[in-house]
């Protein structure tokens, strides 16, 4: 069997949210996918629900031995054909002039270096494949906006990460494809935003006609991985209908 026909693929942040829903797209297209994330039960009842083509390792990819731990498992497993990153996080919504440097650095710690630090693990067997990394960044990453400064600077980070890669690795047999979601109605993303307050989180999809779910981007995922391996869905921009730009959202009052 060729390299290029193994369907093995790892998603981080699989315990909730897109990661989730990652998982869920790639096992009913026929792939195999490890979940990674911190919360072991929430990855021991996915795995439950889709059966033998999902397995999990406990992953805190802010931890070095940990993320090792999880990578060394995975490669022992088998090869890997895609590394789709999730795990991420807006952490606060202060102005820069008020804002919580522990917060800032959670976000770095999490949206940039966890990024950078399994997708270096990764690179080499993901090579060997002809394989894929994929980073869910953020329209964040591409327009600022007023409270946004600390998540915005990290996914701004995040994606120029997945841009330098893909220009230093042209001509190695490996695509990098940053996908960029605008508003995206998950369960937690807001409520970690605003620390737990669940008005202020539901303030944000208030009046909204159809916030994207988690699921729109689990499909552009799957599609992405699953074109030819010559073929690099370089960078895809993704908004519900009604959201033009962050300080631009139809609501329904
Ligand atoms: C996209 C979410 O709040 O920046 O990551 O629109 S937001």
Not at 84 to 107: E, H, S
Not at 109 to 118: D, F, K, P, S, Y
Not at 129 to 135: K, P, S
Not at 210 to 216: C, H
């Amino acid at each position: 069997e060729s390299t290029s026909t193994i369907r093995r693929a790892v998603v981080t942040g699989a315990s909730s949210g897109i990661g989730a829903a990652s998982v869920r797209a790639l096992v009913a297209d026929g792939w195999q996918v490890v979940a990674l994330a911190r919360r072991e039960e929430r990855l021991a009842a996915l795995a439950d629900e889709l059966g033998e083509a999902c397995t999990y390792q406990v992953c805190d990819v802010t931890d070095e031995s940990s993320t090792q731990a999880a990578v060394d498992a995975v490669l022992a497993g088998g090869s890997v054909k895609a590394l789709v990153n999730c795990a991420g996080a807006a952490i606060g919504k202060d102005p820069v002039a008020t804002a919580n440097l522990d917060d800032w650095r959670d976000m770095y710690e999490l949206n940039v270096l966890g990024t950078l630090r399994i997708t270096q693990k990764l690179l080499p067997a993901l090579k060997r494949t002809e394989g894929t990394v994929l980073v869910i960044s953020s329209t964040a990453g591409i327009e600022p906006y007023e409270g946004g400064a600390g998540y915005c600077a990290s996914k701004f980070a995040e994606r120029v990460m997945a841009r330098v890669l893909r220009l230093e690795q042209i001509g190695e047999p490996v695509r990098i494809v940053d996908i960029s979601p605008g508003m995206v109605a998950t369960d937690e993303f807001s409520l970690k935003r605003f620390h737990g307050d669940a008005d202020k989180a539901a303030a944000v999809y208030a009046g909204v006609p159809n916030p994207l779910k988690a699921e729109d981007i689990a499909e552009c995922v799957r599609w992405a991985l699953d074109q030819p391996d010559t073929v690099d869905i370089d960078s895809i921009v993704v908004r519900p209908r009604a959201e033009g730009s962050y300080t631009k959202v139809y609501r329904e009052r």
